[in-house]
Nanobody
Framework: QVQLVESGGGLVQPGGSLRLSCAVSGSIFSIYGMGWYRQAPGKQRELVATVTSGGSKIYADSVKGRFTISRDNAKNTVYLRMNSLKPEDTAVYYC?????WGQGTQVTVSS
């Protein structure tokens, strides 16, 4: 059974930074791609960033140049480093592995 646990969210001022983590268990982590998604109240869940097993990365235009996705296969963990945060980044952030979702972590960007 695959289990994903997101962490690292919180309240941050505009222009600040956060690093999110997603720990995966119950899977051969290294051979699968990983994705970060987010969902704001009343809006559809959207793709933020992905990283393949080979290290290829894709970012949504809204976060390109500000966010960085990375993975540590030895720790079965994927990260999302978020810099220059904007109020529009406020959402619950989820990671995805083999089509399975974690419970999400709340990110709130406000002064």
């Amino acid at each position: 059974q695959v289990q994903l646990v997101e962490s690292g969210g919180g309240l941050v001022q505009p222009g600040g930074s956060l690093r999110l983590s997603c720990a995966v268990s119950g899977s051969i982590f290294s051979i699968y791609g990983m994705g970060w998604y987010r969902q704001a109240p009343g809006k559809q869940r959207e793709l933020v960033a992905t990283v393949t097993s080979g290290g290829s990365k894709i970012y949504a235009d809204s976060v390109k140049g500000r966010f960085t996705i990375s993975r540590d296969n030895a720790k079965n963990t994927v990260y999302l480093r978020m810099n220059s945060l904007k109020p529009e980044d406020t959402a619950v952030y989820y990671c995805n592995h083999q089509g399975c979702w974690g419970q999400g972590t709340q990110v709130t960007v406000s002064s």
